[in-house]
């Protein structure tokens, strides 16, 4: 038995926000590296928070593509 389709909506409470932001942004991070090291694919991936905060992923070849200091 598969699970079922969630409904996407946004999250109101401001705290559960930003902890389902913060463990789904790390997931996500990994997905990225898996994908890179699995497919040999270039992979760059850059996140805001809603403040601002940058997080970012690239593989080797991509470095080129993820800026440095990012003004926002």
């Known amino acids: 038995m598969g699970?079922?389709?969630?409904?996407?909506?946004?999250i109101e409470?401001?705290?559960n926000r930003q902890v389902t932001f913060s463990k789904r942004r790390?997931?996500?991070?990994?997905k990225?590296?898996?994908?890179?090291?699995?497919?040999?694919a270039?992979?760059?991936l850059i996140v805001?928070?809603?403040k601002g905060k940058l997080s970012e992923?690239?593989?080797?070849s991509?470095?080129?593509?993820?800026?440095?200091n990012p003004q926002r």
């Open 57 to 60: 992923y690239a593989s080797d």
């Open 26 to 30: 790390t997931g996500l991070l990994k």
């Open 32 to 40: 990225a590296n898996e994908i890179s090291v699995l497919c040999d």
């Open 42 to 44: 270039e992979v760059a």
């Open 3 to 10: 699970r079922g389709k969630v409904q996407l909506r946004r």
């Open 62 to 68: 991509c470095d080129q593509y993820v800026p440095t």
């Open 13 to 15: 409470n401001k705290i």
């Open 48 to 50: 805001f928070s809603t």
